[in-house]
């Protein structure tokens, strides 16, 4: 079976996010043999989890999973990887990191009610129990720093790259000055980043 590349995008996004297009164009333009899944994920973490589980389950050990994780796409993604390594996943696992959340979970508490997502329009209330529902998926400690790629950007508006720096200061780290939460340029670092995620 081809690898599986999954794309999780962040808070209040969509698989219409320009990373998620520009990871698509790329695997297309260079015919890279690889299986692509870019869902629109739920609102609620538990229903992202099981939509990620539903869709993933039947590549366990049955083939490479890539992933790449933007923001809380990139929280997700952590989660992710544990649950695959946890689940009997002997195959190669990657996963790359864009500007990652940080235990969002203690930092949403300003966000809580009227939500709106950017490309969709939906509108949504963050509660408690979204909060709750992510503190569940804090994975401490990681299983496999060697296979996580850390890219942040210092003038991230969002998040403090330096919490992102210290939480994967045992994974292979890129930190480019200056940029934004969207992460600047991100289409010229994903040489780089496939580099990562296929490099056997």
Not at 2 to 17: A, I
Request: hydrophobic share 40%; net charge negative.
């Amino acid at each position: 079976m081809k690898p599986l590349l999954v794309y999780l995008h962040g808070l209040n996004s969509s698989s219409q996010s320009g990373k998620a297009i520009q990871t698509t164009e790329y695997v297309q333009q260079h015919k890279l043999d690889i299986e692509l899944w870019v869902p629109d994920l739920p609102v609620f973490p538990s229903d992202i989890i099981q939509c990620l589980q539903s869709h993933i389950k039947k590549s366990i050990n049955q083939r490479d999973i890539y992933i790449i994780g933007s923001s809380l796409g990139g929280f997700l993604g952590i989660w992710l990887l544990d649950w695959l390594l946890n689940n009997g996943h002997r195959q190669k696992v990657r996963l790359a990191l864009i500007n990652p959340a940080v235990i969002p979970h203690e930092r949403f508490e300003a966000y809580l009610g009227p939500q709106k997502n950017y490309h969709t329009g939906a509108d949504w209330v963050m509660t408690e129990e979204y909060v709750d529902q992510l503190r569940l998926l804090e994975v401490e400690p990681l299983l496999s720093p060697e296979n996580i790629l850390l890219l942040v950007q210092t003038a991230d508006e969002t998040l403090d790259y330096r919490l992102a720096v210290e939480k994967y200061k045992e994974c292979r780290a890129i930190v480019q000055e200056g940029g934004s939460h969207a992460f600047d340029d991100f289409e010229k670092i994903l040489p780089e980043v496939f580099d990562f995620l296929t490099f056997v």
